[in-house]
């Protein structure tokens, strides 16, 4: 939230707004470090929470995968011919989470955000990983807390 009102009036923030089942996410272009077309990911233990698709295979490296969708309650997304993966940069969470890997339903609209432009939707309903609901140019937008996501991941003790 500080972020967002720290912003002066001459900042403007390169963001990707990711299209989820439903919604989607904003969040600086940064924080994603490639969208990469969709590949299955491998589930090796099915014990695991619905949520954590399995792990893909990024530029030589296993990156966990999971669906923002299920890990804030909602319903199973539907797979679609349009589906990417954003691999996330780490968050500073942990060093053993470099990356991390959030399906996504389509093809993500880069978005340049000043601080005049994008508003806390203060009464909207925030489920579990969501950092903060915006309007940013007519649109409803979720900021998602990506550092609560990876400790999520590091929590279930899977080894990357």
Same mark, same amino acid.
């Given at each position: /939230?500080?972020?967002?009102?720290?912003?002066?009036?001459?900042?403007?923030?390169?963001?990707? %707004?990711?299209?989820?089942?439903?919604?989607?996410?904003? $969040?600086?272009?940064?924080?994603?470090?490639?969208?990469? !077309?969709?590949?299955?990911?491998?589930?090796?233990?099915?014990? %695991? !929470?619905?949520? &954590?698709?399995?792990?893909?295979?990024?530029?030589?490296?296993?990156?966990?995968?999971?669906? &923002?969708?299920? /890990?804030?309650?909602?319903?199973? !997304?539907?797979?679609?011919?349009?589906?990417?993966?954003?691999?996330?940069?780490?968050?500073?969470?942990?060093?053993?989470? !470099?990356?991390?890997?959030?399906?996504?339903?389509?093809?993500?609209?880069?978005?340049?955000?000043?601080?005049?432009?994008?508003?806390?939707?203060?009464?909207?309903?925030?489920?579990?990983?969501?950092? /903060?609901?915006?309007?940013?140019?007519?649109?409803?937008?979720?900021?998602?807390? $990506?550092?609560?996501?990876?400790?999520? $991941?590091?929590? /279930?003790?899977?080894?990357?």
């Amino acid at each position: /939230m500080n972020e967002v009102k720290q912003l002066s009036s001459e900042t403007e923030i390169n963001s990707l %707004l990711l299209p989820l089942a439903g919604r989607q996410l904003i $969040v600086p272009a940064v924080t994603v470090a490639e969208m990469i !077309p969709y590949q299955e990911p491998q589930k090796e233990n099915q014990d %695991l !929470p619905a949520w &954590y698709l399995g792990e893909i295979v990024w530029r030589h490296s296993r990156v966990p995968c999971v669906s &923002y969708e299920l /890990m804030c309650g909602d319903d199973v !997304p539907s797979g679609n011919a349009s589906c990417r993966i954003a691999v996330l940069n780490n968050s500073g969470v942990s060093e053993r989470l !470099p990356f991390l890997a959030v399906l996504t339903q389509g093809i993500p609209r880069l978005s340049r955000v000043g601080a005049e432009e994008i508003h806390e939707v203060a009464d909207a309903e925030l489920k579990t990983f969501d950092f /903060m609901h915006v309007k940013h140019a007519g649109e409803e937008l979720v900021i998602p807390d $990506v550092a609560s996501i990876q400790q999520a $991941v590091l929590d /279930m003790g899977i080894a990357v």
